[in-house]
């Protein structure tokens, strides 16, 4: 099941023309599904305003069909829902910058190697790295069960929606996050890959949900720092929990690499990536060079509730 009517005050991260498609795509910075313009006589009205709402950085209020993917309507919130909006709107305070790439060239044998070649400001704010793979998995099994598909209250709540990956990335790892950090007491950064350029989108198909192909404009997930050793040499990788898209922590560059599923889109490519202290919790700009934080996980409950009976695939 999919919701046909979902009503929310959001900012416009991009209003974009699809490559090789017709029509109108809308972006949104809260939601990572690509949504496309109402093919009626509103299209160019609907367009116009999110252009200058763009413009202008304020947010719409937006009714949109996720099961259709499509934009029904847009309006201007009130002053009052927009002060709030604003009150509420935390920006994360220096940034690191994105990193254009090409998933499928990376070399797995050096990328993922922390000290080597991810030297990432939010690396530095945090040294309680995973000790073991062992731990690693122990705590991917963890956040895995507390999936709302599954039988029986979760042992955190609420429960976390894996069994939807249409959209609500950012409050499932944000979740994932406090329990890494409450939990398990280790360092949680965030990853954030995007498909911002060229009408590129990430695309993957939901093999653990039912098979269905699925296209972003971004994704993001926790990212941990493991040591590992292997033949004598300790090694400090990072790994991802994503148990909406796998069922173990995976390498960086296998994360990445996942969302370039040519079968599901030939538009398929993640244009950049970035990571980000564990307190990121949605892109704020198109460019990727700011982020939206939840530092009271208000955002984060009230999406994980919202999304905790839905599905991916029909």
């Known amino acids: 099941m999919r919701p046909t009517r979902e009503t929310a005050l959001l900012t416009v991260a991009a209003v974009r023309k ?3 498609r017709q029509g109108i795509e809308c972006l949104f910075n809260e939601r990572q599904q690509i949504f496309a ?3 009626t006589g509103k299209a160019r009205a609907v367009s116009r305003l999110l252009r200058s709402a763009l413009k202008g950085r304020q947010p719409v209020r937006a009714v949109l069909d996720p099961r259709r993917g499509v934009v029904r309507s847009v309006d201007l919130p009130s002053d009052r829902e927009r002060g709030a909006f604003r009150e509420k709107r935390v920006l994360l305070e220096a940034p690191a910058k994105s990193v254009r790439i ?7 044998i050096t990328f993922n190697i922390v000290d ?3 030297q990432w ?3 530095h704010l945090c040294r309680r790295i995973v000790p073991d793979y062992k731990t690693a998995k122990a705590i991917f099994d963890f956040c895995g069960a507390e999936s709302c ?9 609420p429960c976390i929606p894996f069994q939807y990956v249409r959209d609500g990335c950012y409050a499932r790892a944000h979740q994932m996050r406090r329990i890494i950090v409450d939990r398990y007491g280790y360092c949680c950064e965030k990853v954030f890959s995007f498909a911002n350029h060229d009408g590129d989108r990430l695309a993957v198909r939901a093999d653990k949900w039912g098979g269905c192909c699925v296209t972003w404009w971004y994704h993001v997930a926790p990212v941990i720092r493991v040591r590992i050793r292997l033949l004598g040499f300790t090694l ?3 790994m991802v929990i994503d148990p909406g898209m796998f069922n173990k922590p995976v390498l960086l560059s296998t994360w990445l690499m996942a969302q370039e599923n040519a079968a599901c ?3 398929a490519r993640v244009s950049m990536y970035s990571i980000q202290p564990g307190s990121a919790y949605t892109p704020a700009n198109y460019q990727g060079t700011a982020f939206a934080t939840d530092p009271a996980y208000a955002s984060t409950t009230a999406t994980l509730v919202a999304y905790q009976n839905l599905t991916t695939c029909p």
């Open 102 to 108: 090409k998933a499928s060239d990376l070399d797995p």
């Open 37 to 39: 313009l109402p093919t």
């Open 236 to 238: 400090v990788l990072a």
């Open 121 to 123: 400001p939010a690396f």
């Open 116 to 118: 080597r070649y991810l």
């Open 18 to 20: 699809p490559k090789g």
């Open 265 to 267: 889109s030939p538009s």
């Open 149 to 157: 598909h599954l039988p029986g209250p979760p042992v955190v709540s």
